[in-house]
């Protein structure tokens, strides 16, 4: 696990100065590689082209360093990430007689691209980001992989083009403030977190998930492309019970792969469906007992460590748990949200930094449950469809209106609770009788109308998500399938695992989620939506094939979720700071917002007049983002 930067640089600067700029770029980045870095800077008759990393040792810790060359020296490859598969792709190539000087899965990248082109990228089961520069046909590639479990950021000025793992890499390299993003803008509130392609400055771009892009050092010109994969073979007409053994089957052996490591290893349990199943594979594949590492509030609502304890004795595992409070979060809660270099705003960044930080003190690498919900269909949020098709055919349109208006009047709460009053709310103010619900649902700061409340109109986008859903090829999502779909190219790559990589790698823990694999995912394609969801049954075929490991009914206890209480720390700790965010001179200085509407919005929730928990943090984290960036004010 690394972090990787890179520059190509049109006015051929020196080879010396190359690794300098490389080499700051390196230092912003060393908590995600603090055990070794490499650079590579090289001039040629056009440019002069760089790439570095920063290394986290977790497989071939002696011979595995980066960057890696081609026997003849003409390709040369970064890398970050993990491949699960390179043993298989390795063996392949060996027995075509290619040989290898290492045992990393970095070099078995370079070997595949070297005999195979970019064509060996669909082969890769893993999470990464790397570069791959080769002379021999004068082009670079840079490649994310299929969920977008790492980040990679691109962008290119009249005389550089630069990519790196971490925005401000990309930043603090270049001589100029680039703009805000109206449509990156748009997409935090709306969402709490901006997915690729966009970032939040104007003109720098994620590489999206699954693709690759291909740079031509001739013609400084560049392509986008998707990588290929072999279609699965179709299910549909496999029996429930022969689906259940081949679910089960597919999770044992994907925790298998993802638990190859020279260091030590553990999971983080939270005591759900997804991060027990993962613990239990775990603790069945070795003689061990495994580590498993739990985090609890103070706050009874919002602590859950008495599933996990259930787990953990089951599991007889040597079992961490930490219990926190707001104290615990003062004295690092800046660091966690400027650290993701652009407004990040969910609730569950603070907890899971926590948790990383202390697993790190016992492991180098955590497995996770991330991705059972998507992979599987778990989320509460996928029952929408059948509600709105149901509610639409029964309540005309002008009613709903009224039933929403008095919802909104009487169902408002005062502090910061998510139970039924909160739930019921959301849902009647999602209900849409266009087809358009799907998108109300998922933007979990503002909806459309509520965002156009605060906003400002020079800012406001009001046809966000159009391209998505060309990405799509349909206007209206309204099956499970469409859902899992939409949140594996939102959800689940900007918000989910930008989450869990910046929190993680922050402390230098590495984190594997098993249930994002390839073969899952395409499997759960193929089946009948019915296996995954049965009724009201969420994530049917993975409990039943797991059923018999847990006690009886373990399996349907809901569970929260990972959030934390920040509604409560706005109103308390972080009061002062959330007021001078209102002052109205900076507001208007600034031009972003209605003065008197967001003014009222934070004061209200301030007074517990009515609680706007979600709104109100994202309006705080992205204030503070804006005053470390724009104003650069710690």
């Known amino acids: 696990m690394c972090g990787i930067n890179g520059l190509i640089d049109k006015t051929k600067m020196s080879e010396g100065k190359m690794s300098s700029v490389l080499n700051a770029m390196n230092d912003l980045i060393i908590h995600r590689g603090p055990d070794e870095d490499g650079v590579f800077a090289e001039k040629n008759e056009k440019c002069t082209v760089g790439m570095a990393m920063r290394r986290l040792s977790i497989i071939d810790l002696s011979s595995g360093k980066q960057p890696i060359f081609s026997d003849d020296k003409q390709i040369v490859i970064v890398f970050n990430g993990e491949i ?214 103070k706050k009874a609502s919002y602590d859950e460590t008495d599933k996990s304890r259930v787990v953990a004795k089951i599991l007889n595992s040597n079992h961490h748990e930490f219990i926190i409070d707001e104290d615990d979060l003062k004295h690092n809660i800046h660091e966690i949200l400027v650290n993701f270099d652009e407004p990040f705003s969910d609730t569950a960044a603070l907890p899971t930094h926590l948790l990383s930080e202390k697993t790190r003190e016992h492991v180098t690498v955590a497995l996770t449950g991330d991705g059972g919900d998507e992979v599987f269909g778990g989320y509460n949020k996928y029952y929408i469809g059948k509600m709105n098709k149901r509610y639409t055919s029964v309540v005309p349109k002008a009613l709903h209106k009224t039933i929403a208006k008095l919802s909104n009047k009487y169902l408002i709460n005062k502090d910061d609770t998510r139970g039924k009053r909160f739930q019921i709310n959301k ?120 059923r018999d490991q847990f006690p009886q009914d373990f399996l349907e206890k809901g569970k929260s979720g990972f959030g934390s209480p920040t509604g409560d720390w706005l109103r308390q700790s972080l009061r002062k700071e959330l007021e001078s965010y209102i002052e109205p001179e900076m507001l208007k200085k600034q031009g972003i917002f209605k003065v008197d509407v967001i003014t009222k919005l934070v004061q209200d929730h301030l007074d517990s007049k009515k609680d706007s928990t979600f709104r109100v943090w994202s309006y705080y984290c992205f204030q503070k983002w804006y005053k470390f960036n724009f104003l650069n004010e710690n």
């Open 84 to 297: 699960y598969n390179y043993r298989t792709i390795k063996s392949r190539l060996v027995s075509e007689g290619i040989t290898f000087h290492t045992t990393s899965d970095t070099e078995v990248i370079l070997k595949a691209y070297e005999k195979y082109g970019v064509e060996s990228f669909q082969w890769l089961d893993g999470m990464y980001g790397f570069s791959i520069y080769d002379k021999n046909i004068k082009k670079l590639f840079i490649a994310r992989d299929f969920f977008g479990e790492k980040p990679l950021y691109y962008t290119q000025n009249d005389n550089q083009f630069l990519w790196a793992s971490e925005l401000k890499s990309i930043i603090k390299t270049i001589d100029y403030k680039p703009n805000i993003s109206k449509k990156g803008l748009n997409l935090y509130f709306r969402l709490t977190y901006i997915p690729a392609p966009y970032t939040i400055y104007e003109g720098i771009h994620k590489l999206e998930a699954n693709h690759y892009l291909e740079y031509n050092l001739n013609t400084f010109e560049y392509n986008i492309h998707k990588i290929n994969h072999e279609p699965a073979p179709k299910t549909a007409d496999i029996s429930f019970e022969d689906a259940k053994a081949k679910t089960r089957e597919l999770v044992y052996n994907s925790v298998d792969s993802r638990s190859i490591a020279d260091v030590g290893l553990g999971t983080f349990l939270s005591g759900g469906v997804d991060s027990s199943i993962v613990s239990l594979c775990l603790s069945q594949a070795t003689d061990k007992r495994i580590d498993t590492f739990s985090i609890g509030f």
């Open 427 to 546: 849902l009647l103010n999602a209900i849409n009788y266009e087809g358009d619900f799907y998108w109300d649902i998922i933007s979990l700061a503002n909806t459309s109308k509520l965002l156009s409340e605060i906003m400002n109109d020079d800012y406001y986008d009001p046809d966000l998500f159009q391209e998505y859903k060309e990405v799509l090829g349909k206007q209206k999502v309204e099956s499970l399938t469409d859902f899992r779909l939409v949140d594996k190219i939102l959800s689940l790559e900007g918000g989910m695992l930008a989450k869990v990589d910046r929190t993680s790698m922050l402390t230098s823990l590495e984190c594997r989620a098993p249930f994002l694999n390839k073969s899952i995912w395409e499997f759960t394609n193929t089946l009948p939506e019915s296996y995954l969801m049965k009724g009201w049954n969420k994530k049917y075929i993975l409990k039943e094939a797991f």
